[in-house]
């Protein structure tokens, strides 16, 4: 095998932990691919890590233990609030503003990599939390939720609205929407979840968090535990949401349908 050259194991060993947010890869692995030792594969990584840190790319992680190894985690706190202020800049235009003072953001909830920095800055704010998938509800907030799946090397379960005959035998629930006030329903299949897991919902929108709610207790009747809620976005009006505790990327202060003007800003944690 031709050997090598450090820069090129360097380069391929970034590429491959960063295209596989929290998947760890044993040195072994990296040793096997390279005809390398693992002690020269180990200074790589310090290279990677350094590199990836000093620019705020993210962090690559070691994990001990005879199944440990190295993971890559996507984490770029430095930029989050300037990308979240350039996505609130674009939703202020007044042209976006539909009829009943709906916001139009189907643009910005279908573009690649908006959605992809929105489910990651999710994720990581309950990487921690440990959750075993992420559960949404169909149709706008699955990009979002599929992204933080993604970021957190877990699979997305999306609960439907009607069940279909291709998902199996489902458990469905009704439960009351935050915005109107309905009561409608949502189905999941049985063999989706195992009891005792843990959940991350992801959705794209809340108001009163009807929707946030109804998969809560969808998880309920599975027996698993919620870890966290993240959206999008989240209106300001009602202060009091359905779910207690959840985490929004922006705020939604107010829709001025005369006037034509939006005030949404990024969540004071961001």
């Known amino acids: 095998m031709e ?47 350094d590199s990836i840190e000093k620019y705020s790319l993210g962090k690559i992680e070691t994990v001990p233990g005879a199944a440990g190894g190295v993971k890559y985690i996507p984490y770029k706190k430095n930029d989050c609030k300037k990308f979240v202020e350039e996505i609130c800049s674009t939703l202020r235009d007044g042209d976006r503003i539909l009829p009943g003072g709906f916001l139009y953001m189907l643009d910005v909830l279908s573009h690649p990599a908006t959605v992809s920095k929105m489910g990651e800055m999710l994720a990581m704010e309950f990487y921690k939390a440990n959750p075993d998938f992420v559960m949404t509800i169909e149709t706008k907030g699955i990009p979002v939720a599929l992204m933080a799946a993604k970021s957190l090397n877990i699979p997305l379960l ?46 794209d929108f809340m108001k009163g968090g009807g929707s946030a709610k109804g998969l809560a207790d969808m998880m309920k009747e599975f027996a698993i535990s919620v870890v966290g809620v993240g959206v999008v976005m989240a209106t300001k009006h009602p202060e009091v949401k359905r779910v207690k505790e959840y985490k929004s990327l922006m705020e939604l202060v107010n829709v001025d349908e005369i006037n034509r003007a939006v005030d949404v800003r990024p969540s004071e944690w961001v």
Do not use: C, W
């Not at 998947?23 to 990584?45: N, P, R």
């Not at 998902?167 to 049985?190: E, F």
């Open 158 to 203: 999306i609960a439907r609205r009607d069940a279909k005959i291709s998902d199996g035998s489902a458990v469905s629930i009704n439960y009351v929407t935050g915005t109107t006030g309905r009561i409608q329903t949502m189905s999941l299949p049985k063999r989706a979840v195992s009891n005792g897991q843990r959940a991350l919902i992801i959705d």
């Open 3 to 49: 050997k090598v050259k450090r820069n090129e194991r360097v380069s391929a060993i970034v590429e491959m932990l960063s295209d596989n947010p929290n998947k760890i890869f044993t040195l072994s692995y990296f040793s096997d691919l390279f005809g390398s030792a693992k002690s020269t594969i180990s200074e790589d990584v310090a290279i990677a890590q």
